[in-house]
């Protein structure tokens, strides 16, 4: 059945490497039974719950949970049991959904819909996910490490630890709400520990808690105060470890693991995410998250080893609309803060940026001068401009005319981003008492600048886009699945190895295994056997806004020519053109077709 087809999937080995959760995780689960789940979860339903829907015609719409958006660009398809964004991308059946809402892997996914609908788990089969063993190990091999750790900070050999913590001004309570800890200065500490547990070599490198050099294990963490991190329900998914002293790399995170990406986690999220204040700190580094909640801003969070990045917004967003940026002013914190901003901009939130004089980081700025000081900074935190217009402002103020015309062109060259009249007018005026030239003259200094600007970048873009996006492939898939009956006619010309794009040629397959299997392929069904990424990339191919205009008529021709030629043909974008010109053919025979209707009635 399609059972063969699924086990051709990624190998176990890349699913572990890139914390993969493809097909591979699907043979978890019988077909039957997530079947019975995919059908007792109406996608209408379950989306509603997350989204507000409205119908329209045969779907419904709504405001994309996933971008921002003011004009909803988010539909979901109850024939197809379907959801696809025209906006952002995502896209497939009701479970990835969830997967995606509830931030779940493919098997957590399921047993969620499944407990939604009331439907029993099947019992979990140990030989069968290897995936999801490791994981539970990993889980498990952190909560033990996380608790060693703990103990060493507290016992004799953390005794340096403890003082250096201290010394940081930090309380025993706060030490023990982040649950901080100590890793000893031994190669083996850790490897012992875990492997007095039970564990295997093979999992505890994976875990990332050690590591194999020339066919030995050593500990990844020695001799450093150390720092576990939470996933949103409180498990310890990860360890980062500062050196005490002047030792180097000062910070070392835990790496890539089956349960942990530094890209979809956020330090002390767990807790921030509790908060009653209608907004979240984002801060460079746990120390000063650390130190924030100390001093009772417990609505604070870090990145953890990587910059902060698309995803990480797209986290925050679930929790609140406004951040407020409270990274070093230092010049890579200045970098930094405008690379967020963009960030957290284009994902539709208020950002607004701390600045504060006399200490380097929140943490020096709140030792040297308390919360309050650090409560007022946030109360006259700034907007993305103001705070573009205040790095470029000169220390000393203007001392000369060419440094206020310096200034000037640099303040018009953030002003041209900004396309909102209002706002506009708020930032020009602010800019023309800064450099006492006159409003006007900067007002059309930046409409200006917005012309040279809007030459770049054709206006049709998106349009162009989405043209390129539609390939012949997509158009032949699309067809075949909404009419199968075509199937057996392309079945005899076109085979899987015509199709260039991988994922195309993927679909074209599961197609011809369902029917094979006897099965009525569906949309929901095909889609429901790939990843997240490649259905996203399906839903759009199956959720097309505007149907393919008689696609059929260029059907046939096609195959005529594959008759004639005697030849394969592969598909590509290089039959767009042809295409194209068809579309715009049928559609000019459709109003004409339309206008002889309206004269015959
Ligand atoms: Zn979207």
Redesign the pocket.
Same mark, same amino acid.
């Given at each position: 059945m399609c059972r063969i087809l699924l086990m051709k999937e990624p190998n176990g080995r890349n699913c572990l490497a890139n914390g993969e959760k493809g097909a591979w995780c699907r043979l978890y689960f019988e077909e039957e039974f997530l079947n019975e789940v995919k059908e007792k979860n109406d996608i209408v339903d379950v989306v509603s719950s997350y989204v507000n829907l409205k119908r329209s015609g045969n779907r419904y719409i709504g405001l $994309?949970p996933?971008?921002s958006e003011k004009t909803p660009?988010?539909f979901v398809n109850p024939g197809m049991q379907l959801y696809h964004?025209f906006? $952002?991308g995502?896209g497939g059946t009701v479970i990835h959904f969830i997967e995606h809402i509830e931030n779940l892997d493919f098997v957590e996914a399921v047993k969620f819909l499944a407990q939604r609908a009331g439907i029993p788990l099947p019992e979990e089969k140990d030989e069968v996910s290897e995936f999801t063993r490791l994981k539970r190990n990993i889980r498990e091999m952190n909560k033990i490490a996380g608790r060693t750790y703990f103990r060493c900070l507290n016992s004799e050999t953390g005794r340096g630890a403890l003082s250096y913590l201290r010394g940081r001004g930090l309380s025993d309570d706060t030490i023990k709400t982040y649950g901080l800890g100590y890793a000893p200065n031994e190669w083996n500490f850790m490897y012992r520990t875990l492997k007095q547990n039970g564990f295997s070599d093979e999992d505890i490198v994976k875990s990332g808690l050690c590591l194999m050099k020339n066919g030995r294990i050593f500990d990844f963490f020695r001799d450093r105060v150390i720092f576990p991190v939470m996933d949103l329900r409180g498990n310890v998914i990860a360890f980062g470890g500062r050196v005490m002293g002047d030792g180097l790399p000062k910070y070392l995170n835990t790496g890539e693991t089956p349960i942990f990406s530094k890209r979809q986690n956020l330090f002390s999220l767990n807790l921030a995410k509790n908060t009653s204040e209608d907004y979240m700190i984002l801060a460079e580094g746990y120390m000063d998250v650390i130190a924030l909640y100390q001093a009772g801003f417990q609505n604070a969070v870090a990145s953890l080893g990587t910059a902060f990045c698309e995803d990480h917004s797209r986290l925050l967003k679930r929790f609140t609309n406004r951040v407020i940026i409270s990274f070093d002013s230092d010049g890579a914190g200045q970098n930094a803060t405008r690379k967020a901003v963009d960030i957290l901009k284009k994902d539709g939130l208020q950002v607004r940026i701390l600045k504060y004089s006399g200490a380097k980081d929140p943490d020096e700025l709140i030792k040297k001068f308390g919360p309050e000081a650090y409560r007022t900074a946030i109360a006259s935190s700034l907007s993305g401009v103001d705070y573009e217009l205040s790095t470029i402002y000169p220390k000393g103020g203007f001392s000369d005319d060419e440094e206020r015309i310096e200034y000037t062109k640099k303040a018009i060259g953030i002003l041209k981003n900004i396309y909102n009249k209002l706002e506009l007018e708020v930032y020009a005026k602010k800019v023309a008492e800064i450099t006492k030239i006159s409003y006007d003259s900067i007002l059309a200094q930046v409409k200006q600048a917005q012309k040279h600007k809007k030459l770049e970048t054709p206006v049709d873009i998106a349009e162009m886009a989405m043209l390129r996006k539609k390939s012949v492939s997509q158009s032949l898939l699309k067809l075949v699945v909404e009419n199968p009956s075509y199937f057996p006619k392309i079945r005899e010309k076109i085979k899987a190895e015509h199709f260039r794009e991988e994922l195309h040629k993927k679909i074209y397959e599961i197609f011809c295994e369902l029917t094979d299997a006897s099965q009525k392929p569906d949309v929901a069904m095909i889609i429901g056997k790939l990843n997240r990424e490649e259905a996203k990339t399906a839903s759009e191919i199956f959720m097309e806004k505007e149907p393919f205009l008689d696609f059929h008529i260029y059907l046939d021709s096609l195959l005529q020519k594959i008759e004639n030629e005697a030849e394969t043909v592969s598909f590509s974008d290089d039959d767009r053109d042809d295409m194209l010109k068809l579309l715009e053919y049928t559609k000019k025979l459709k109003q004409r077709n339309d206008k002889n209707d309206k004269k015959d009635s």
């Open positions: $994309c996933f971008h660009s988010f964004c906006g $952002c995502a």
